[in-house]
């Protein structure tokens, strides 16, 4: 088992003292802000109060595991590949991010049902006009640091990838064809005369949702879940992480975090390529 710490602030002196902590002679240097250190002991409560003293990021993994051995890698859309929750922002433009934050925090939490919460939330938008949706697209939707360069990996490898969402296909699609994305699966907001009527058309993607596409894709590509990871924030991820050779709860809610099989907490989405060999 390989030890992986990394950090936007993690210089080569503080792998050094973790190094001595753990008593290794020798560590690999992985980038910059990235280390490897084969085979530690597998001191567990140690690394994880030194990284969460230092904001850095660790996980174990197992020696050998590469990244060209992946074919699938699946990420959550809103607050995963992107900045922002698109239906936060949406109620922010029809005066009601609070509330609608409020019940997002919820659902990510796994406090409360997802569908219904979805429901609820979308409902708050009924009589937004549709240009909204064009305006959090352009003004407000941001990648995250670290996505391109993942994705760009990705590509590199030949690992398919998918964009899963309990979010809106009018923002999966773009983002789709701006990043080449290979899969998407999310939801579809019913809109009439121009403006949401506060609906969602037909079934609405969850859990249960998300969890299925990332199988059948799998079974598609003829693969293992050993070959696969997938990426999330939100308790409605879990399903899909659990599906996965890999699970990664990326800037998550605890519920997730403790659920995974590894957390980045500080680093950006470029860290996952940094999890293997």
């Known amino acids: 088992m390989n030890l992986i710490v990394q950090g936007p602030g993690l210089i080569r002196e503080q792998a050094q003292e973790l190094a001595g902590l753990l008593r290794i002679k020798s560590i690999e240097v992985i980038s910059a802000r990235a280390f490897r250190f084969k085979n530690p002991p597998l001191e567990k409560q140690v690394v994880e109060t030194w990284a969460a003293e230092r904001q850095v990021d660790h996980a174990?993994?197992?020696?050998?595991?590469?990244?060209?051995?992946?074919?699938?890698?699946?990420?959550?859309?809103?607050?995963?590949?992107?900045?922002?929750?698109?239906?936060?922002?949406?109620?922010?433009?029809?005066?009601?991010?609070?509330?609608?934050?409020?019940?997002?925090?919820?659902?990510?939490?796994?406090?409360?049902?997802?569908?219904?919460?979805?429901?609820?939330?979308?409902?708050?938008?009924?009589?937004?006009?549709e240009s909204a949706l064009e305006r959090v697209y352009q003004e407000r939707l941001h990648l995250t640091p670290g996505a391109e360069a993942l994705v760009f990996a990705c590509k590199r490898s030949g690992v398919k990838l998918l964009l899963v969402s309990g979010g809106f296909t009018f923002f999966t699609e773009r983002l789709k064809a701006r990043l080449d994305l290979d899969y998407t699966v999310s939801n579809t907001l019913e809109v009439e005369h121009g403006r949401i009527t506060g609906?969602?058309?037909?079934?609405?993607?969850?859990?249960?949702?998300?969890?299925?596409?990332?199988?059948?894709?799998?079974?598609?590509?003829?693969?293992?879940?050993?070959?696969?990871?997938?990426?999330?924030?939100?308790?409605?991820?879990?399903?899909?992480?659990?599906?996965?050779?890999?699970?990664?709860?990326?800037?998550?809610?605890?519920?997730?975090?403790?659920?995974?099989?590894?957390?980045?907490?500080?680093?950006?989405?470029?860290?996952?390529?940094?999890?293997?060999?």
């Open 60 to 129: 174990w993994v197992p020696e050998g595991r590469r990244f060209a051995d992946l074919r699938l890698l699946a990420m959550d859309m809103d607050s995963t590949l992107i900045t922002i929750e698109c239906i936060d922002e949406l109620g922010d433009m029809a005066g009601k991010k609070a509330e609608i934050a409020g019940i997002t925090a919820q659902a990510m939490a796994g406090e409360i049902d997802y569908p219904e919460s979805l429901r609820r939330r979308v409902a708050l938008l009924a009589g937004l006009k």
């Open 199 to 277: 609906k969602v058309l037909g079934n609405i993607i969850g859990a249960e949702a998300k969890a299925a596409k990332f199988v059948s894709i799998l079974k598609s590509l003829r693969t293992t879940k050993e070959h696969s990871v997938a990426i999330g924030d939100g308790a409605n991820d879990l399903k899909m992480m659990a599906e996965a050779g890999l699970s990664i709860a990326f800037h998550a809610k605890p519920v997730v975090r403790a659920q995974a099989s590894c957390a980045i907490n500080w680093s950006g989405l470029d860290a996952v390529v940094n999890l293997f060999e």
